[in-house]
């Protein structure tokens, strides 16, 4: 995934059934950077991308229909920020050998909020999978995205 300007931001990903998150532990981020399966991990990104992270449809739970990616602002490097500098989003699709088949546009941030879902890979009855655009804002950050979707931060 790459975008324009220079706002810290963690790229994460929800393996859910609806809207809700299976369970923790697939919820891949910095603290969990694998489901337990391993159809879901973070990657280090090379150029062009900012952000990377590695999912094998075909090896997603059963029960799973959707796969959430999502942008939210690092506090720690920028508490301060938003996502007013989070502009020119796009996700790239690889296959296994790194060769491009597609690249997805996503929504812009916008002022005031530091979370934001990007779209969601959703099951199709087929066994295919379509991206949805997403474009929800969070003003409170990931905590807030991710109760949103089943999970419960202390």
């Not at 859910?16 to 950077?33: A, Q």
Request: proline letters at 6%.
């Amino acid at each position: 995934m790459s975008w324009s300007g220079d706002v810290a931001l963690d790229v994460c990903a929800l393996v859910c059934t609806g809207n809700r998150v299976l369970d923790d532990d697939h919820f891949v981020f910095y603290n969990n950077p694998s489901t337990p399966d391993g159809s879901v991990g973070a990657l280090a990104a090379a150029p062009p991308d900012k952000a990377a992270i590695r999912v094998s449809f075909d090896a997603l739970p059963a029960r799973s229909d959707r796969l959430v990616l999502v942008a939210a602002i690092d506090p720690e490097a920028d508490p301060h920020a938003d996502l007013t500098g989070f502009t020119d989003a796009r996700i790239r699709l690889l296959d296994p050998a790194l060769t491009e088949l597609g690249v997805l546009d996503v929504s812009d941030g916008r002022p005031g909020e530091t979370a934001l879902v990007l779209g969601s890979f959703r099951r199709r009855a087929n066994g295919d999978w379509d991206f949805v655009l997403g474009g929800k804002g969070y003003p409170g950050g990931l905590v807030q995205l991710v109760e949103d979707h089943g999970i419960e931060v202390e």
